[in-house]
């Protein structure tokens, strides 16, 4: 499969590894549009979304595919933390890590998938290694990433035939994640991070698989990664 002409939306693609999608998308000949709350990069097409917002979600899908008369593939990166122990983080908060990271994602390939049936085109869910393994003081991240986890491996049995499906689980990279957080909870600065452009390169590699061939589940990190296995 070729991504030239294909339409694409990736969730989260302002920043960061979704901006790194867009990018090598775009770079295969992909029209890919973002859904995300921050400004986009010059020249790429986006849509404002709070993907906490469900409703607000599934509406942006369903124009964005309209518009283009079809859609290819969504890749699902939007991602958010708010580290503390479950009784310090105030319950707005910890509740919209769960809403932007796990119900955001299925809101957005619920109404993607009409489209997706049609297109026999694929999704790629952006989980992570904290989705596999629980650590203290990231109760609200490990749930969603976990979920996203749980939600995939579902999709793929529901799926299988119609829409491809990968699960895509990133190590730590060089991205502006950590940068707002308090010293503890960021990575030390000696630490080994990935380029999001190396990791948005194993996104093309599942989205350009042929017919009858899928990339199940994908594991990228540098060879020092603490939170893998």
């Known amino acids: ?5 294909k339409t694409l939306i990736v969730t989260g693609g302002a920043s960061g590894l979704g901006a790194a999608i867009v990018a090598a998308t775009a770079g295969e000949g992909a029209r890919p ?15 404002s979304v709070d993907l906490a917002d469900t409703k607000e979600a599934e509406e942006a899908v369903r124009r964005i595919a309209s518009s283009a ?7 699902t990166c939007a991602g958010i933390d708010r580290p ?54 990231a109760s609200a991240y490990c749930a969603s990433k976990f979920g996203v986890v749980g939600l ?21 990279m060089h991205t502006a994640f950590f940068d707002d957080r308090d010293a503890r909870y960021r990575p030390p600065a000696d630490a080994a991070l990935c380029d999001p452009r190396d990791v ?23 060879p020092t990664e603490t939170s893998w296995p």
């Open 84 to 137: 503390g122990r479950l009784d310090e983080v105030p319950t707005d908060e910890w509740e919209r890590v769960v809403a932007v990271n796990l119900l955001g994602t299925a809101a957005v390939i619920r109404a993607a998938l009409p489209w997706l049936r049609r297109s026999h085109g694929r999704i790629v869910t952006v989980a992570s290694t904290l989705g596999h393994r629980a650590v203290s003081d």
């Open 1 to 5: 499969m070729r991504l030239e002409g």
């Open 33 to 47: 549009t973002i859904l995300d709350v921050q400004p986009p990069p010059p020249g790429a097409a986006a849509e």
């Open 152 to 172: 995939t491996r579902a999709l793929t049995a529901e799926l299988q035939g119609e829409v491809g499906v990968t699960l895509l689980t990133p190590g730590g």
């Open 69 to 75: 008369q079809g859609l290819d593939a969504v890749v």
């Open 200 to 222: 948005a390169d194993t996104v093309v590699l599942a989205l350009t698989q042929p017919p009858g061939c899928e990339v199940r589940e994908l594991v990228v990190t540098c």
